[in-house]
Each structure stands twice: as C-alpha cells, then as structure tokens.
C-alpha cells in the first residue's frame, strides 16, 4: 500500500484456504467499516487483512464472512 508517499507491505495471513471467494469484497467492506469508525489507515489494513484471510478458511461467499468476534480474537492473539 502507498501511504504518505511510503510503501508499506502487509504479509498475508498464514492460514489454510479451502475457498477464496469473497475475499476481496471482505477486504474492501472491512477496510470501510474500519475507516469509518476513524480507525488509522494502517490499522485499518490489518484488520481488513485479517478479515479477508479469515474469510479465505470457509466455503462459499456470505457464509465466510468473519464477525467482529472472530476478527478480535484472531488480532488478540498476535495475529
């Protein structure tokens, strides 16, 4: 990601994909959510990160969407 004129790479999630449907529209919905709640751009990169990697680990589309929850606990845990 270019942030004030920086390139910042963000690894992604070390987890076992089964589908990755859905992923991006995860990334981008998780990245607005947290946006919006004034989060940090950079802040807000990780958790869309996490939350689409997340994703990645059940079938189908709406069904891999991870909560709130499971997106905490994941970050709690040194992601």
Known sequence: ALYKDRVI????LQVKTID???AGDVF?????????ANRPMRKSIE???VA???STTKAGAQTSIPDLSEIS???????
């Open 47 to 49: 958790f869309a990160n």
């Open 28 to 36: 981008s919905g998780a990245l607005a959510a947290s946006l919006s």
């Open 20 to 22: 990755s449907t859905a």
């Open 73 to 79: 606990l994941y970050l709690s845990n040194g992601g």
């Open 9 to 12: 790479h963000f690894c992604s």
């Open 52 to 54: 689409a990697g997340l």
